[in-house]
């Protein structure tokens, strides 16, 4: 079996997390439901948390926990990114009876 | 080894999940779907040693947020009619091509940047301390000391986001004190219509309310 198979090192944590990324990126740039993108948003989120995570523990083994602690904090921020962008969506569907974002032109210039 | 093959299963499950989310028509299953990612998002962390993030990840992720998605999708509904529109073929190549071009640009500077640093030859199962005591104690002591500031303000932050939240999805009432939405006198009884008829009068409601609002801004 192929080396790249059997031992996980800290690139194969730096693709899947990338992959996760642009999917993510992708997702939010076509997709045309406000619900839809605020739930990649938090895909992404997770991409980035998972590269702090893997750099840390590969890159600090003895136990400096600097990737933990920003992962901690990114949690934070995007559970309270989330609480607004639901309340949005809701004043939003209130204001437009729509969850298109197409229709969200009310700053279009 | 067997974190070779933990890792793959994951990975597959990962990506194929966040495909899924992407590309599905129905929300609800974009939402499933994204149980399954951040699921296997938080064995990953699990294989970087990361014990106490991978509860968090499961507990805020899978199970508050999903079902905070999930509310919205029953709120704004399951299919939309606008996803169902073809997309134009050559706008989708466009996308793929700045996906791919992103994708080796985020790849190239970080594995050119890292991934030649020497790394432990070991497992990453094994090979920190930590795979005995839990990251829980260590990671407590750094946010109550060295962390203590950037703790607190975070805390803020959440007190902000959740006043913020009641604000703006609370429900207007304009200056003589009635509901400007208006739903508390709906031309028909929501209880005793049949159900798809009452959708389409609330949803007529809504529209009209909303071509008030419009006019009153113009």
Redesign the interface.
């Known amino acids: 079996m192929p080396d790249w ?12 997390s ?10 939010v ?8 993108v ?3 948003v ?2 992404m989120f ?2 980035v ?3 702090f ?7 600090h ?3 400096i ?1 600097l990737g ?2 920003f ?3 990114i ?10 962008g ?6 939003l ?5 729509t ?2 974002m ?1 229709d969200y032109n009310l700053l279009k210039w | 080894m067997l974190d070779s093959i933990i890792f793959w299963a994951f990975a597959i499950l990962a990506v194929g999940g966040a495909l899924t989310a992407v590309c599905s028509r129905s929300m609800i299953n974009a939402a499933l779907s994204l149980i399954v990612v951040f699921m296997s998002v938080a064995g990953f962390y699990l294989l970087n040693n990361a014990d106490f993030l991978a509860i968090a990840q499961v507990i805020i992720y899978v199970v508050g947020l999903t079902i905070m998605m999930l509310f919205a999708v029953m709120f704004t509904g399951d299919k939309p009619q606008f996803d169902r529109k073809k997309a134009n073929s050559a706008l989708s190549v466009s996308y793929g091509i700045v996906a791919l071009y992103v994708f080796a640009l985020l790849l190239r500077t970080m594995l050119k940047g890292f991934g030649n640093t020497p790394v432990l030859p070991v497992s990453p199962l094994v090979a920190a301390p930590l795979a005995q005591d839990g990251s829980t104690r260590l990671l407590g002591t750094l946010l109550f000391t060295d962390y203590a500031l950037p703790f607190e303000i975070a805390s803020i932050l959440l007190l902000a986001a959740m006043i913020g939240a009641i604000v703006i999805a609370k429900k207007r009432f304009n200056d003589s004190g009635e509901n400007e939405i208006g739903e508390d006198h709906l031309p028909i009884d929501l209880s005793s219509a049949p159900k798809e008829a009452a959708i389409a009068a609330l949803r007529e409601h809504r529209l009209k309310v909303a071509a008030s609002s419009k006019e009153r801004e113009s």
């Open positions: 198979l059997t031992h996980i090192g800290l690139a194969h944590f730096v693709v899947v990338v992959l996760l990324f642009v999917i993510g990126l992708v997702g740039l076509t997709s045309r439901s406000v619900v839809r605020l739930l990649l938090e895909l997770s991409a948390n998972l590269n995570l893997a750099f840390n523990n590969y890159l083994p003895t136990g926990l933990h602690v992962s901690i904090f949690l934070t921020v995007s559970a309270a990114e989330v609480s607004v639901l309340a949005i969506i809701i004043a569907y209130r204001a437009r009876a969850a298109d197409e």
